[in-house]
């Protein structure tokens, strides 16, 4: 990472939501960018002390899903702004790959967090790329405050407004209701998946459910996961509904606190909010020397929408 460049960088306000596409302006993360070579970006952003869905977690570290919203929002400003993606054109991110070099790095304290990614926008050089549909990969170093922190990468596609609207156009029960939960499944107590507010809890169970099989429990109108209209359920939520089921997973496997270390997560499909998803716990989980692994599968109506191997370390001061 350029170190001058770094140094460079502006942290004093936030750049046009419509650049990283947030309604509100308060959810914007990215505050500058300057591009250093072809493709490659230095992009800055701040992290708050708190916030009301990426809060810290009991230990004081911040949230890994904050981590992932500002590559989001890195890869989407480095698109529009160097690559020349025009502006009302959709990202639909394909895969997820999650290395946290430092989860020390991730602690809070006294100031919010000064973070800077180095970030490369790469077109897939084996899809071809037309006015309405491209293909590409970002993969960006995160350092925060200074410190090394994680390496990021992530496939997109991006579609134009009309592109977007013809796939979206062919979804199965697109006139049907939001799914709804049954009575009986009981929400996931927010202690046992990293969470402080139960309103953030995305896990349910049901009574006779098979141990690892848990029901994604999501409210429309919740402000965090849907910042803003979406028809299917958000990558985001996906995403944060595979953290906590691995992390109660690997919490009770460890007996004490638990941070996520690395993640690989694939989208098969959209989610639709016509119907349930199931997450499926895999076990046993293939071993991994470095931390205690789960790995989940999303399903809908029978048929895969995710995959996911997530790693956990025990929290500095924990005892494995």
């Known amino acids: 990472m350029p170190a001058q460049r770094a140094r ?7 750049v046009p939501r419509t650049l990283v596409h947030r309604a509100s302006v308060n959810e914007v993360f990215v505050t500058d960018g300057s591009p250093v070579g072809p493709g490659r970006a230095l992009i800055a952003a701040q992290w708050p002390r708190t916030h009301a869905l ?9 949230d890994p899903l904050l981590l992932v919203e500002t590559f989001r929002q890195a890869g989407i400003y480095a698109a529009h702004r160097y690559n020349e993606v025009p502006l009302g054109h959709h990202f639909v991110f394909c895969d997820l790959d999650i290395d946290i070099v430092d989860p020390s790095a991730l602690k809070t304290g006294g100031l919010p967090l000064q973070v800077i ?3 490369t926008y790469a077109l897939d050089p084996d ?14 170093e995160v350092e ?33 209701p939001e799914a709804a939960l049954p009575p009986e499944a009981a929400p996931v107590a927010a202690a046992l998946v990293g969470r402080t507010d139960p309103q953030n809890v995305l896990l349910s169970v049901l009574p006779d459910a098979p141990r690892g099989e848990f029901l994604l429990r999501l409210d429309p109108d919740h ?3 849907f910042e803003h209209a979406c028809d299917h359920v958000p990558g985001v939520a996906l995403i944060e509904a595979f953290r ?12 004490g606190p638990v941070l996520l270390s690395a993640a690989t997560i694939a989208f ?53």
């Open 244 to 255: 906590q089921a691995a992390h109660l997973t690997a919490q009770q496997r460890t007996g």
């Open 54 to 62: 990426f809060h810290p977690c009991d230990r004081g570290h911040s």
């Open 117 to 119: 990614l180095d970030g």
């Open 268 to 320: 098969d499909r959209y989610a639709e909010l016509e119907a349930p998803v199931t997450f499926t716990l895999e076990e046993p989980a293939p071993p991994r020397p470095d931390g205690h692994r789960s790995r989940l599968t999303a399903t809908q109506g029978g048929t895969a929408v995710g995959h996911a191997d997530l790693v956990h370390i025990p929290a500095p001061g924990a005892s494995a």
């Open 127 to 140: 899809k071809p790329v037309t006015p309405h549909r491209s293909q590409a990969r970002f993969t960006a």
């Open 144 to 176: 925060v405050a200074g410190r090394p922190c994680a390496r990021i990468s992530g496939g997109l596609i991006v579609l134009s407004p009309r592109a977007y609207r013809a796939l979206r156009a062919r979804r199965p029960g697109r006139d049907a």
């Open 8 to 14: 460079e960088m502006s942290f004093e306000r936030t």
């Open 223 to 225: 402000a965090g996961y």
